[in-house]
C-alpha cells in the first residue's frame, strides 16, 4: 500500500509591525494647522494695532535697513499755552508721561519767553512721544566756524540744566551744520564740527550742572537732518543748530 504523503501546509506570511505612534500623514496636517494658527494670530494683532504702534514698527524696520526713521512730532503739545483752559482739559485726559512732557514744553516756552530777544532767535521747542527737543541757532551759542561757546550761550545751557535737575529726563546734544562745507586744520569737514559743538554744549552742561554723565550723551549729524531746504540764506541759518533732546530715560534714543 502507498505510503500516504504528507501534506505540508505553509503558515501564510505575517504582515509587518505598524509604525507605532501616530499615523504620517498627521504630522504634516499638524504643521499646517499650526501655521494657519500663527496666520490668523497675526492677523488679529494688526487688526488691533494702534496707528502710531504701526508707524514706530514701520520705523523700526526701515531702521534695521539702514532708512533713517522720522518720528512723528506733537506740535498740539509745543502749541499749548500753560494758561489756556484747553491745556487743563488735556491734562486731565493723557497719561502721566505724556503730562510730565507737557510741563516741560510749557516749561522752556515760558524760559523761551524770558531770553534776550537775540537769544529767542533760532530757539525753539517740540515733542514727540518719547521726550521734547529744545532748539538753539548756533549763532547764538558758538563763535562762526568753531566750537568755541559765546558768553550768552549760559543763559540757553543753564536752562536746560535747571530742566534736567527738576525732570527725571535723559538728555541727548545734536549737532547739526548746514550744507556748506568747511575745511579747517581742525574741523575737516561739518561731521567733526557738529560733533564738536555737541560735545561742548554737553561738557558744560555735566560739568557746570553736575548732571550725571549716564543720562547724557552728544552726536553731530553735520547735514544730514536739515530742517528746511539749504536753498537759502535763512534756510541754512536755521538749519545751523543745536538741538536738546530730553527724553524718558527707558527710550535709548539718539
Not at 529767542?120 to 532748539?135: C, H, I, L, P, W
Not at 545734536?174 to 561738557?203: C, F, M, Q
Request: net charge negative; glycine share 6%.
Amino acid at each position: 500500500m502507498a505510503k500516504a504523503e504528507e501534506v505540508i501546509r505553509r503558515k501564510p506570511p505575517e504582515d509587518p509591525p505598524g509604525d507605532e505612534g501616530l499615523p504620517a500623514w498627521m504630522a504634516t496636517f499638524s504643521d499646517m494647522v499650526t501655521l494657519l494658527l500663527c496666520f490668523f494670530v497675526l492677523l488679529l494683532s494688526f487688526a488691533q494695532q494702534s496707528e502710531e504702534k504701526f508707524r514706530d514698527a514701520l520705523g523700526s524696520l526701515k531702521g534695521a535697513f539702514g532708512v533713517k526713521e522720522v518720528r512723528a512730532v506733537s506740535d498740539e503739545m509745543a502749541q499749548f499755552n500753560s494758561s489756556s483752559e484747553a491745556t487743563r482739559e488735556m491734562a486731565t485726559s493723557i497719561s502721566h508721561d505724556q503730562r510730565l512732557l507737557l510741563s516741560v514744553v510749557m516749561r522752556i516756552k515760558s524760559m523761551v519767553e524770558n531770553m534776550d530777544v537775540r537769544l529767542k532767535e533760532g530757539a525753539g521747542v517740540s515733542a514727540d512721544r518719547d521726550g521734547v527737543v529744545f532748539s538753539a541757532s548756533t549763532a547764538t551759542l558758538f563763535k562762526p566756524g568753531t566750537a568755541e561757546l559765546r558768553p550768552e550761550a549760559a543763559p540757553i545751557l543753564d536752562s536746560v540744566i535747571k530742566i534736567l535737575k527738576d525732570y527725571k529726563l535723559n538728555l541727548v546734544v545734536r549737532g547739526h551744520t548746514d550744507d556748506r562745507p568747511i575745511h579747517t586744520a581742525k574741523y575737516p569737514s561739518n561731521w567733526e564740527l557738529s560733533a564738536a559743538r555737541a560735545a561742548v554744549a554737553l561738557d558744560y552742561i555735566v560739568n557746570k550742572g553736575g548732571i550725571e554723565i549716564n543720562r547724557a550723551k552728544a552726536v553731530g549729524y553735520a547735514d544730514t537732518r536739515p530742517e528746511v531746504p539749504n536753498d537759502t540764506e535763512a534756510g541754512r541759518l536755521k538749519n545751523q543748530r543745536v538741538e536738546f533732546y530730553m527724553h524718558m530715560p527707558q527710550r535709548d534714543a539718539w
